[in-house]
């Protein structure tokens, strides 16, 4: 803000122009009713000045903002105290955008007026409307400084990077004297992709230094500068060898010695100089570095003399993987690995736990098997509840990635193709016998004389458990555990891995029960306390799930609330879901909207950081958080809370009676006069006792927080969501979803159903063509092409002779030039020379031919019925799924339905409500 009143069409005098300073500096201290007046007494003698109106109304609106006011004295917990208060609150925002209004009316020529209503439409998140505000202040005032920052930081929040570099420049040009300018105008450049430019900012800041100054002394600030222009030329093709002899030359400035190591092995790799990436691998390793697999990766990229492009990729693997984990390594690769760590990296880590899991990704035949053994038995003897996790890890089958012949390894994920693997047969049969040697009563280990503990019996059944489960043998798991449960019954993991056996076989409710039971062995343990919500709203119990998660929550105000407040995205999507289930999807949409509303926040809450890590020259971490954010909305968890908003709309249009919401009133047309009275004054006292309760717990944290009002939601149901258009609503999610995460199949996918419903059939069928690029072997994309070839010509609006032409001409090469019931019955018989299909696919070929009629409804259903439950993904809520897709095919699938109801049922003997 200025310090002081600027030359407008009313200058104030210097009194006047003395309290306008008093305004200001009020309002940057937050102190909103010393402003206040302020501003009122220099409004008594000139009511028109137009930055005083402004400055006025921009403290309002900061008054509003902070939710600061007067709460009604004596305590009365009212309806109308807080509705009173919440009123005033919206009066004063409006207030405050009628007087910036005026202010800019009265005095359109001060960049006063023009910035402050540059910073009321910030403050309410229009950031295109301030960032016009802001440039109309320039223009009036174009070397303001404090402007010219503002506008920068909306630009870089809005990605505006071209004008983001712009005005850097700018302010660089007018103050060449400040360091933050240099390196913001750097950084604006590197996020421009100016990678030459922002390298080229950075030596000419070096330029203007003294040869003594601090700026090239050892510490943090010189050492981060060092290595972000490091980062920079690393981004860059062939500037390696630039790296290396800048890092030489500031070797004494940088202060972060793993970071610099780091830095100059990548180099040394990308140039092809193993040896020298090698050495500098092992220093690194003799750090102390130890479990770092990134690390591992470089130095196997150095051993094993791979192209660059695996390099680049072994520098980005994540959490446990490896070279080893990533690429088809042969038998003399292998070989070489196991020599190099072993007689250069044991000597330097023998204790490290990396030392032992690594190997087992490289190790092949009796030496694995050995290895393996040796794993599990250190792992049984501690009682490493994961160890089961850790074994399932190493069980990869081989995967064509790029389609041109390099193998690549896929982690294995069905229970079907666990059980194609030799090694898991293997495993089994090592831990089989340790549970016979410990059993026996000699408390031993195959050719084994140390005794072991009782524990170890335990957790190797545990372990037995863990494997039959990944082999899809849920109740084989479920005898082991309980034997687990019966000698220790306050073994909380036992319990946990009972609740998701339970779960696997399709007993949610016992699931819930039994984490339930097991949660109060230990009441301050938050993780089994959430796990034990999860499935209570799994089971659709969400009240009791509720009462759960209150207990790790602030023990005043509204729980939900609470929740809402600490942005707990992964309860509020299982929490619409299980509205979903009971048909209450305005409560659904409430859910999903508010995960939504999260991501929004994040993404708001990176603005505190783009002043400050240029100040504090984290500008490494900086550029990263930069470009997470631009991925934000491309997370899995934002995208299936917007799936979820649209797959609610989509039922809300198709079904548009189907608008239940829990809060709907009952049926008072069947009830006699008498009851309806009755009915009414029950609903009227229970809406009373609810909204009563809301203002008790709004002003009790008012009261107990000073001054500060809590939120009330106006819309628990979500009703107002439920009277939106919900097409248009589907349209703008889905645009969100393209715009963000095109590289999801599923992105498209709902494109696509959005599309045809809004008669867009080029729309339709770009989507089509998108998830094709993606995944051409999609079971929903299969379904989608059948549904689009059958639908019926384009609407009037469309029906023009080129877009009838379009749709034709690639309908047909979506087909691959056959007709729809060649292409279905072609798939059918796919299917039928494969027992292995997916169940999930056979469903989706099933509707198909239904759809086109290409056979009869018992045969298309017996695709299903017909070796489905053995083949890939047949889990309970795809068998859910098969028996709704059997019931919707009639009269005609009836006895093939009560067939897979019986396949089922053998197959899950605990499933409950499968009917």
């Not at 089961?388 to 041109?404: A, F, H, M, Q, T």
């Not at 809450?605 to 954010?629: M, P, S």
């Not at 691959?816 to 020379?833: L, T, W």
Request: with cysteine; charged share 30%.
């Amino acid at each position: 803000m200025p310090d002081k009143a600027s030359s407008s069409k009313t200058t104030l005098p210097k009194r006047e122009a003395d309290l306008f300073r008093d305004v200001v500096k009020y309002y940057e201290s937050k102190q909103f009713k010393r402003g206040l007046k302020a501003a009122d007494m220099i409004l008594k003698k000139f009511p028109d000045n137009g930055e005083t109106l402004a400055m006025k109304g921009l403290t309002l609106n900061g008054m509003a903002n902070s939710r600061v006011g007067n709460i009604s004295s004596g305590g009365r917990n009212t309806v109308q105290s807080l509705e009173e208060i919440r009123a005033q609150m919206k009066d004063k925002k409006k207030e405050a955008q009628e007087l910036v209004k005026a202010g800019v009316m009265n005095d359109m020529r001060s960049h006063v007026c023009w910035h402050v209503y540059g910073l009321l439409h910030r403050s309410n998140r229009s950031y295109n409307e301030a960032i016009k505000a802001y440039k109309q202040a320039l223009r009036i005032d174009p070397g303001n400084l404090q402007i010219l920052r503002d506008l920068s930081l909306l630009q870089i929040q809005m990605r505006d990077r071209d004008g983001f570099v712009d005005t850097r420049f700018t302010i660089l040009n007018q103050h060449p004297n400040n360091r933050i300018h240099w390196l913001s105008f750097a950084l604006a450049k590197h996020f421009a992709g100016d990678h030459d430019g922002a390298i080229n900012v950075i030596d000419a800041y070096y330029g203007t230094l003294d040869e003594g100054s601090s700026e090239k002394q050892r510490n943090y600030e010189s050492s981060e500068l060092v290595l972000y222009k490091c980062k920079i030329m690393l981004e860059m093709d062939g500037q390696e060898e630039k790296v290396l002899k800048y890092l030489d030359d500031c070797r004494d400035i940088v202060v972060d010695e793993g970071a610099l190591l780091s830095t100059e092995a990548m180099a040394y790799l990308r140039l092809g100089k193993f040896e020298k990436a090698k050495e500098i691998y092992i220093k690194i390793f003799e750090t102390g570095a130890h479990d770092d697999h990134k690390i591992h990766s470089g130095y196997m990229c150095t051993i094993l003399k791979l192209d660059r492009a695996t390099c680049i990729q072994a520098s980005n693997v994540r959490g446990t993987q490896t070279i080893a984990t990533l690429i088809h390594l042969d038998t003399q690769q292998k070989a070489k690995l196991l020599e190099a760590y072993q007689t250069e990296v044991q000597p330097l880590m023998p204790n490290s736990n990396s030392l032992l899991s690594i190997p087992l990704t490289i190790l092949e035949g009796d030496e694995l098997i050995e290895a393996i053994d040796f794993y599990m038995r250190k792992f049984l003897v501690k009682g490493v509840p994961s160890l089961g996790d850790d074994i399932k890890s190493l069980l990869y089958v081989e995967n064509d990635k790029s389609g041109k012949g390099m193998k690549y390894l896929k982690r294995a994920k069905d229970p079907l193709e666990f059980r194609s693997i030799e090694l898991l047969d293997k495993i089994c049969g090592l831990v089989d016998g340790y549970l016979v040697a410990l059993h026996c009563g000699k408390s031993r280990f195959p050719h084994s004389d140390d005794l072991q503990p009782t524990e170890t019996l335990l957790w190797t059944l545990h372990l037995r458990s863990q494997l039959h489960e990944i082999c899809g043998e849920y109740q084989e798991g479920l005898v082991l555990v309980d034997r687990c449960i019966k000698q220790q019954p306050d073994g909380i993991e036992f319990s946990e891995r009972k609740a998701r056996l339970l779960k696997l076989c399709g007993d949610v409710e016992n699931a819930a029960e039994v984490l339930d039971s097991v949660r109060e062995l230990d009441l301050q343990d938050r993780y089994i306390n959430n796990k034990t919500a999860k499935y209570m709203l799994r089971a659709n119990k969400p009240d009791v799930a509720l009462q759960r998660m209150a207990l790790f929550t602030r023990h005043e105000g509204n729980p939900a609330q609470n929740i809402y407040d600490m942005q707990v995205s992964w309860y509020e999507i299982e929490l619409a879901r299980c509205m979903i289930r009971k048909n209450d999807l305005g409560k659904a949409l409430k859910q999903f909207a508010a995960v939504i509303k999260h991501y929004e926040d994040f993404n708001e809450d990176q603005f505190d950081f783009h002043a400050y890590c240029i100040r504090k020259v984290t500008l490494r971490a900086y550029i990263d958080i930069l470009r997470f954010e631009d991925g934000l909305y491309g997370t899995r968890v934002y995208c299936d809370a917007v799936e979820g908003m649209i797959a609610c709309y989509l039922h809300l249009h198709d079904n548009p009676g189907d608008t239940s919401s829990g809060a709907n009133e009952p049926d008072y047309s069947s009830m006699t006069a008498a009851q309806r009275k009755k009915a009414k004054a029950i609903a009227r006292k229970k809406k009373k006792n609810k909204v009563e309760s809301k203002v008790s717990n709004g002003e009790k944290s008012a009261n107990g927080e000073g001054g500060k009002i809590c939120e009330v939601d106006e819309d628990p149901n979500g009703e107002l969501l439920l009277k939106k258009n919900h097409l248009d609503e589907a349209k703008k999610y889905s645009d969100l979803l393209i715009a963000n995460a095109p590289s999801r199949i599923s992105s498209w996918l709902i494109q696509y159903d959005v599309s045809v419903r809004r008669g867009k059939q080029l729309l339709a069928l770009q989507a089509l063509y998108k998830a094709k690029q993606i995944d051409p072997t999609d079971s929903d994309l299969f379904f989608c092409i059948v549904d689009f070839a059958l639908r019926e010509c384009p609407k009037k609006n469309d029906s023009n002779a080129i877009v009838l032409d379009i749709v034709a001409k690639e309908m047909s090469v979506l087909l691959c030039g056959k007709s729809v019931n060649d292409y279905v019955s072609q798939a059918a018989e796919k299917i039928r020379k494969d027992p292995s299909t997916s169940l999930y696919e056979r469903i989706c070929v099933a509707k198909a031919l239904v759809r086109v009629n290409a056979t009869s409804v018992k045969e298309a259903a017996s695709l299903i019925v017909d070796g489905g439950i053995n083949g890939k993904y047949a889990n309970i809520l795809n068998c859910q799924k098969a028996l709704k897709c059997l019931k919707a095919f009639g009269v005609g699938a009836n006895e093939l339905k009560i067939s897979w109801m019986k396949q089922v049922r053998e197959r899950y003997q605990l499933v409950k409500n499968f009917e």
